[in-house]
């Protein structure tokens, strides 16, 4: 049983950062794709960042690009999401997810999710 565990969410005002969490269990951690998405209020979740199991491959949604980045620890099973620059559209329940299969690069294809952390970002 895959376990996803978000911290880090909270209030910050419009060009601050925060840095999002993700502790995972259940499963190798090193051999899964992992990924964040956010879901605002009245709207449909959105993919936000991936990266890959390994590292080496990360790929970002064009409205976070350049402001967010993504990351992994494969020795503490940990996925991270440093945000900066954070604007009020960036307003989200923040998910992690992780992919269905190991070592696969599908991003239509997560089937392990996390219970959100809130992000709020004041103007």
């Known amino acids: 049983q895959v376990q996803l565990v978000e911290s880090g969410g909270g209030l910050v005002q419009a060009g601050g950062s925060l840095r999002l969490s993700c502790a995972a269990s259940?499963?190798?951690?090193?051999?899964?794709?992992m990924g964040w998405f956010r879901q605002a209020p009245g709207e449909e979740r959105e993919f936000v960042a991936a990266?890959?199991?390994?590292?080496?491959?990360?790929v970002y949604a064009d409205s976070v690009k350049g402001r967010f980045t993504i990351s992994r620890d494969n020795a503490k099973n940990m996925v991270y999401l440093q945000m900066s620059s954070l604007k009020p559209e960036d307003t989200a329940v923040y998910y992690c997810?992780?992919?269905?299969?190991?070592?696969?690069?599908?991003?239509?294809?997560?089937?392990?999710w996390g219970q959100g952390t809130q992000v709020t970002v004041s103007s």
């Open positions: 997810a992780q992919q269905s299969s190991a070592r696969a690069w599908n991003l239509a294809d997560f089937g392990a």
């Open positions: 259940g499963r190798t951690f090193s051999s899964y794709s």
């Open positions: 990266i890959a199991w390994s590292g080496g491959r990360t």
